[in-house]
């Protein structure tokens, strides 16, 4: 059973840019949820995608989008970055049921500079 | 607006003896709470969850205590391991459209010595 996998590992960007990270979904899994983990903090909730839709946003600005795709793999873009946008990007991926339990990939360490 | 705390950055306890990592929440929205570990350049994995019909969940070494009434959580590690070593997020989660968007604690930072 493959697990959730992220790409790139490591990303440095300048302030204004825009990026996309990738993820794709551990087998059997069919909902993808995306983290943002700013150093020292606990991750929190960015939005949520089931059935290529997004399913929950969090407290994200607008700038901040996703998508999901046929196979379950997911994208999130970031555009117009600002310096406060580096931390570590984690998704996260669950079978639907299940969705609290929740099983994340090693993540996307994004610096804006 | 944290509405789950972890309010100790770090403990640290000898090999053989109990962890007990506290959580407190604040939304009583929440009916599902986890715990996750992280090692470091890896993913948070899951440890163990607790329903809030529950007060008590139990699995191998690993045991989660809830308090409705007090708002409080605690994950108890018996007997601890220098593999436990890692940062712990506690976890909660609503019902409804809620659920399954987790909201997380700060983390804590336990190191058990050999």
């Known amino acids: 059973e493959t697990g959730v996998t992220q790409s790139p590992t490591h990303l440095i960007k300048t302030r204004g840019q825009q990026v996309t990270l990738r993820c794709s979904s551990q087998?059997?899994?069919?909902?993808v949820s995306w983290y943002q983990q700013a150093l020292g903090q606990g991750p929190q909730f960015i939005f949520q995608y089931y059935r290529e839709e997004e399913n929950g946003r969090g407290n994200f600005p607008p700038r901040f989008s996703g998508l999901q795709f046929p196979n379950y793999s997911s994208e999130l873009n970031v555009n117009a970055l600002e310096l406060d946008d580096s931390a570590l990007y984690l998704c996260?991926?669950?079978?639907?049921?299940?969705?609290?339990?929740?099983?994340f990939g090693p993540g996307t360490r994004l610096t804006v500079l | 607006d944290q509405q789950v705390k972890q309010n100790s950055p770090s403990l640290s306890v000898q090999e053989g003896r109990i962890s007990i990592l506290n959580c407190d929440y604040t939304n009583s929205m929440f009916d599902y709470f986890l715990w996750y570990k992280k090692y470091p350049a890896e993913g948070p994995t899951f440890l163990i969850s607790?329903?809030?019909?529950?007060d008590k969940n139990e699995d191998g070494r690993f045991t989660v205590f809830l308090n409705k009434s007090a708002k409080h959580l605690s994950l108890h590690i018996v007997p601890s391991q220098p593999g436990d070593s890692a940062v712990y997020f506690c976890?909660?989660?609503?019902?409804?459209?809620?659920?399954?968007?987790?909201?997380f604690g700060q983390g804590t930072i336990l190191t058990v010595h050999p």
């Open positions: 996260a991926t669950s079978k639907r049921g299940s969705y609290n339990e929740q099983f």
């Open positions: 607790i329903s809030s019909i529950k």
């Open positions: 976890a909660a989660s609503g019902s409804g459209t809620s659920y399954g968007k987790l909201t």
């Open positions: 087998s059997g899994h069919n909902t």
